[in-house]
DNA sequence: AGGCATAATATTGAAGACAATAGTCCGGGG
DNA sequence: CCCCGGACTATTGTCTTCAATATTATGCCT
């Protein structure tokens, strides 16, 4: 068994070195850091369109807004920045990044990289469980396709990449991937994030790559895979703005 | 075509942390963001290993050693905890982050794909000044090279690769290639940054491949470039701690 | 009437103060 | 002698206050 797997929630590892007491729920219930509440709560408002790109936001009307001082949102808006969900000018305060066309096509190509290069991993190194626990999520993805709940469907998708790119075993990956998979998720509204029951054949197609262990296939799969989701994405809501 | 190409293409210059800050020319000359200077400052400290990995690092104390409050140094830690340097454990303050052996392999793995991908897409879009370019930067390695000028060599390698990541016009991947090969030149002292002359033997023949517009070629040559210097640092240091 | 300089206002940056919590040390009991 | 409990200390998290700067409005000059 690998060693720090199943540990892709939360921030970047050595944080798990506890070897038995883990499974009580509660990663950061601890003393309730309010600036990540402040943190979680602009992301939102942020994918959700509150926040408009290019809008100014102020500490102050955003501290009474929340209903705390303006340093928990000031903190908010160091990490908002690190992670390109704002552009921090000095003297001037938060804006709202404006995402430009270039840059979205540039994400997803690197969103692309990375999700191929989890596929080559995981075609190389996984074990039996884990393609059953792939077929398994594939399985619960399918059935939400089949009623269409499309809420199940995002989740399952959502959660079948995530596996694979656990089964890679790459913190630095898996982190890096996190991040760009959320500004994906923002630029190109998450409508699309499941297009269709070709998307889950090609998954299944992706899962029987990784299960032969073939590296090269699976990279390749995962790449067109990604690909066509850009596509899609792209050409949906590409031309509107 | 590129637009906002011919940013930062030098070395990560920290070289402001004195009290005075009076940088008349400078790509922030604003104000003089007070966290910056403590961010910089913080992680010139921990490269060089005075703040040795799993230190506790305290605000008060940090404040008062930097002259100013502890306001700054939370919001350093903050932007150092997203960038891999520190933990950051609510209620108990900022830890040197660190670095497992897996964890430091998990990083030269992502920069071999990072840098492969930035030289892929070098190849693809290179122009005739660009491949001047890189001749000139090779020749400036190579001269510092025949007189042993240990500093230009380092310089001039960031400088080459930084360039091959430019021309590949790709923001979000040049952003993570700079944060990952911070970390790298972190865990593996940048002693072995330059490994002597076939290091720019290798350079030289990624600049034919991408003069080439050899993709494929590219690509596989900054892979074994990369993966090599891994090997050499790697085992030079690696069994010491 | 339009433009520029100046003053007033609002907002950010930083510092200090206060409260709460984690860690530690000492003492008593088993 | 070891273990447990309680108070103390130190540090973090948050709030409030103060200074500096950018923005805006107003009035004067051309």
Redesign the pocket.
Same mark, same amino acid.
């Given at each position: 068994m690998r060693d720090g797997r199943k540990s892709s929630a939360g921030v970047t590892a050595a944080a798990d070195k506890s070897a038995g007491i883990r499974a009580v729920r509660g990663p950061v219930a @601890?003393?309730?850091?309010?600036?990540q509440?402040v943190f979680d709560a602009l992301v939102e408002l942020i994918i959700s369109r509150s926040l408009k790109p290019g809008e100014?936001?102020?500490?102050?009307?955003l501290?009474e807004m929340l209903?705390?001082? @303006? *340093?928990?949102v000031?903190?908010a808006?160091q990490q908002l920045h690190s992670e390109g969900w704002v552009d921090?000018?000095?003297? *001037?305060?938060?804006f709202v990044h404006s995402p430009t066309e270039k840059e979205a096509d540039d994400l997803l190509a690197v969103r692309t990289l990375l999700e191929a290069e989890s596929a080559r991993r995981a075609a190389a190194q996984r074990t039996d469980e884990d393609i059953a626990h792939l077929w398994q999520l594939w399985d619960t993805g399918k059935k939400a396709l089949a009623v269409q709940d499309l809420e199940q469907m995002v989740g399952a998708n959502a959660a079948l990449h995530a596996y694979v790119m656990d089964i890679g075993d790459n913190t630095v990956l898996t982190e890096l991937s996190r991040l760009v998979d959320r500004r994906v998720r923002w630029y190109f509204t998450p409508v699309a994030a499941s297009r269709g029951s070709s998307s889950w054949d090609e998954h299944a197609e992706l899962i029987r790559a990784i299960a032969d262990g073939d590296q090269d296939r699976a990279a390749s799969i995962m790449r067109d895979h990604t690909e066509r989701t850009r596509r899609v994405t792209h050409d949906a809501q590409g031309p509107e703005e």
């Open positions: @601890r003393p309730a850091p309010l600036r509440a100014h936001l102020g500490e102050g009307e501290a209903g705390v001082s @303006r *340093q928990p000031r903190e808006f921090l000018r000095p003297g *001037q305060g938060a």
